[in-house]
């Protein structure tokens, strides 16, 4: 049995396959080594399956949100081998699922434009190159959190409109002390910032909510896919909730950057299971 895990930073998704069919799927809280430990992971997932799952899985191939190859991959790889003692383990970051679910063994710019942002240049399947996201305080351009967080500061910066900064205090009743303790002192600040989102898709029709969308996937394209070398020969692929949920502003900045976008993807974790079924 192989397990399979697409973890974003609020959300993962776990397919358990046998005989590279799908023998179950589950979702828990989003897993990242930068908030997590190995002993936190293992007492998320301890309860999710069962002796008998856990006895016959074989094979992992964990894909996640912050988990960098040799260097803080192994608080994940840890937990999962106390889990399934008999599983082999591979945990990756999820550029790598992206590259894999939207390009397979080809060539391109995968991203991942979701809570937060990444992105990078793969060749033949395998990454070449990427631009550092830096996360949510000094990158994450274009995210849910990056969005998150222009909108909480337009709104307390007295930018937003009035009909706007209204139906956002009708909302979220937003108490200046309370956000910027969710922020600077509580647990996934970038998950709360994200929160606000929403109110961006229900106002979506609205011109400034618009330019404010457009303007932020200016920054993603600017900061990250126009920074790769020859950027204009590619194909270029977008994973995750923002993406999907704007595409069509999204697809908008790369016409008006004369760039056209090939994919599209709510989640990658379809697309992972036919990668792993066929190689």
């Known amino acids: 049995m192989i397990l399979l895990a697409d973890s974003g930073s609020t959300k993962t998704d776990w397919v358990l396959l046998h005989n590279n069919q799908i023998f179950r799927q589950l979702s828990t809280e989003g897993i990242n080594p930068f908030f997590h430990t190995t002993e936190s992971v293992f007492a998320l997932l301890n309860d999710k399956f069962s002796d008998e799952e856990k006895e016959q ?33 591979d945990a990756n970051d999820d550029m790598l699922g992206a590259t894999r679910s939207l390009f397979g063994n080809d060539s391109g710019i995968a991203c991942i434009l979701g809570t937060g942002a990444n992105s990078c240049l793969c060749t033949d399947g395998k990454i070449v190159d990427k631009v550092p996201t830096l996360g949510y ?64 898709k229900e106002n979506i029709q609205n011109g400034y909510i618009k ?30 909730s923002i993406a999907y949920h704007f595409s069509e502003i999204l697809t908008e900045v790369a016409e008006s950057k004369k760039l056209k976008i090939s994919f599209i993807l709510e989640k990658p974790i379809n697309a992972l299971i036919s990668y792993h079924s066929s190689n």
């Open 211 to 240: 330019k404010f969308i457009f303007d932020s996937f200016s920054d993603f394209f600017e900061s990250n896919i126009m920074q790769y070398s020859n950027y204009q020969a590619y194909q270029i692929g977008f994973i995750g």
């Open 57 to 89: 899985v074989s094979e992992i191939h964990f894909y996640g949100a912050g988990c960098i190859k040799n260097s803080n991959s192994h608080i994940i790889e840890n937990a999962l081998y106390q889990l399934f003692i008999h599983a082999k383990v």
């Open 137 to 200: 305080i000094l990158g994450d351009e274009g995210s849910g959190a990056y969005l998150g967080r222009k909108l909480v500061n337009h709104y307390f910066k007295r930018k937003l409109p009035l009909a706007l900064a209204q139906a956002f205090d009708k909302q979220y009743n937003p108490v200046q002390v309370q956000i910027q303790n969710a922020v600077y002192k509580e647990k996934n600040p970038n998950r709360f910032l994200a929160s606000f989102t929403p109110f961006l």
